[in-house]
């Protein structure tokens, strides 16, 4: 079973930066991603990650957050700079078995994962 830990999340001023863990246990999957949930809102993608390293993210975030992957240390990671008001929510990360044939899942679609972690916080203020 894998277990999935975020630690990272604070309070930040706008065009701050923040960078967030995801520390993963157990036998890890390859195909991770970064999820958000703002209060009120729904659960929406952030980033995405596959086994080789290649990288999709959200419109909204493009050029100001980036993900990656350490997998010695079995630990997945979000960058985000120039954060905004907007950014502020709980912040999730997510893992899968790639598809038979298929990989990794390439939408944002939080129903393509299976796996979740508990989130962290992130609090930008203006």
């Known amino acids: 079973q894998v277990q999935l830990v975020e630690s990272g999340g604070g309070s930040v001023q706008a065009g701050g930066s923040v960078r967030l863990s995801c520390v993963v246990s157990?036998?890890?999957?390859?195909?991770m991603a970064w999820f958000r949930q703002a209060p009120g809102q729904e659960r929406e993608g952030v980033a995405t990650?596959?086994?080789?390293?290649?990288?999709n993210y959200a419109d909204s975030v493009k050029g100001r957050f980036t993900i990656s992957k350490d997998n010695f240390a079995n630990t997945l990671y979000l960058q985000m700079g120039s954060l905004k008001p907007e950014d502020t929510a709980m912040y999730y990360c997510?893992?899968?078995?790639?598809?038979?044939?298929?990989?990794?899942?390439?939408?944002?679609?939080?129903?393509?994962?299976?796996?979740w972690g508990q989130g962290t916080q992130v609090t930008v203020s203006s």
């Open positions: 997510a893992a899968v078995w790639p598809k038979v044939g298929v990989g990794c899942p390439t939408s944002l679609a939080q129903n393509e994962y299976t796996d």
């Open positions: 157990g036998f890890p999957k390859n195909c």
């Open positions: 990650i596959d086994s080789r390293g290649v990288t």
